[in-house]
């Protein structure tokens, strides 16, 4: 980030983040979702996807805190018109002045969005498509097809474990709200290494031990420092850790065949006791 030339963050409150940042840096103060956003004259709202697959319309009620804030909306449509001047049919104006008119774009695009303004304006807005709710699937049978794979057997040496990332109870992505995990009774830590009871007896460890993990991949040694062994009923031979706290271990270059996403649930790692 620091050998940026430009950093730019677009932020409801000021946060640590905004201590890391390119050469010169820019913070653009936007309306948080609890706000009101009033454009030419209109209150506008958008639209959220909870876990269950439901989008449903969210509109703020507060006083925003500046009069010189500006929607997230009016801030990429406003970059958008002036780096793209001359070079653009997009009417960016329009949108921003009217988030109905993106809805409608986004509805002649994305299926499942189809009559989008008027279904976002139900109470409790609307399903998106989902085959194992509806019970159909685009498919010649209008089944779901099932294929058997056979499992692939991966030799290790001795003292290496297969390490999963996972996400705790208190964080939404990589958004961390909280040190507390309250799934797997881990509170006021995240530097953490799930292990198996036998593993840690083969380790020499003891609950609480801090551990370096190293991982290996193409000659290149990876190092995250300082992580407590945790005993969780965890399978023989694997280990788990959160995200982004171990995200150092993941090799770049080790990716998913079709999806090109790094392979984030089979790291290769030993433990090294400090």
């Known amino acids: 980030m620091q050998r940026c030339r430009l950093s730019v963050q677009v932020s409801t409150k000021l946060n640590r983040s905004h201590l890391v940042t390119g050469e010169q840096a820019l913070i653009l103060p936007c309306l948080g979702r609890s706000e009101l956003d009033v454009q030419a004259g209109k209150g506008q709202f958008v639209s959220t996807e909870n876990s269950m697959g439901v989008v449903q319309r969210s509109q703020g009620k507060l006083e925003p805190a500046s009069p010189h804030l500006r929607s997230e909306v009016a801030i990429v449509a406003g970059v958008a018109q002036f780096t793209l001047a001359g070079r653009s049919s997009v009417d960016w104006a329009g949108l921003a002045a009217d988030y109905d008119r993106i809805r409608d774009h986004i509805a ?21 498509p989902n085959p194992v709710r509806e019970g159909r699937f685009a498919t010649p049978s209008g089944r779901a097809p099932f294929f058997v794979h056979q499992l692939p057997q991966h ?3 001795p003292g290496q474990l297969v390490m999963m990332t996972i996400r705790s109870h208190d964080q939404f992505n990589t958004t961390i709200y909280g040190l507390d995990d309250r799934y797997r009774g881990i509170y006021q830590e995240r530097r953490v290494v799930l292990l198996n009871a036998e593993d840690m007896r083969a380790a020499e460890l003891c609950e609480g031990d801090p551990v370096d993990l190293v991982s290996h991949h193409a000659g290149r040694e990876r190092v995250a420092e300082r992580f407590v062994a945790v005993e969780y009923p965890i399978p023989q031979g694997c280990a788990a850790t959160y995200f982004p706290e ?29």
Request: proline share 8%; charged share 25%; net charge positive.
């Open 108 to 128: 002649n695009v994305i299926p499942g969005f189809e009559q989008y303004n008027e279904r976002i304006r139900k109470p409790g807005g609307f399903y998106l």
């Open 155 to 157: 030799e290790h040496a």
């Open 246 to 274: 171990a995200n150092v271990l993941v090799p770049i270059d080790s990716v998913a065949e079709r999806s090109n996403t790094p392979t984030s649930k089979f790291v290769v790692i030993c433990l090294r006791k400090v």
